[in-house]
C-alpha cells in the first residue's frame, strides 16, 4: 500500500483522479497499464529503484491520449513521476 500526501494546492490528486478514472472507462489502457506494470515488475526485479522510473513511458502516453481527449493542455509535471 502507499500513501501520498501533498500539499493543498497540489495538482497530483488531480492528475491521480484523471489517470484512475480514465483506466476505469477505457479498458485498453487499463490493460496495456497492468500489462506494462508486470513486465516491468519482472525486469527490475533486482533493481526495485528502477521499476517507478520504467513506467514513465506508458503514464506519459496514457496522459497524451487524456488530455487529447479532454482538450486540455497536459501538465508540466506528468503524473509518472509520482506514481
Not at 484512475?20 to 497492468?34: I, Q
Not at 527490475?44 to 496514457?62: C, E, F, M, Q
Amino acid at each position: 500500500m502507499y500513501l501520498h500526501v501533498w500539499p493543498r494546492p497540489a495538482p497530483e490528486p488531480v492528475r491521480h483522479g484523471l489517470f484512475r478514472d480514465w483506466l476505469r472507462s477505457h479498458p485498453e489502457d487499463r490493460e496495456l497499464y497492468a500489462s506494462t506494470k508486470r513486465r516491468l515488475a519482472r525486469e527490475t526485479a533486482h533493481r526495485p529503484s528502477d521499476y517507478g522510473l520504467a513506467k514513465n513511458g506508458v503514464i506519459d502516453a496514457i496522459f497524451a491520449r487524456i488530455f487529447t481527449a479532454t482538450g486540455e493542455v497536459g501538465p508540466a509535471v506528468t503524473l509518472s513521476r509520482v506514481c
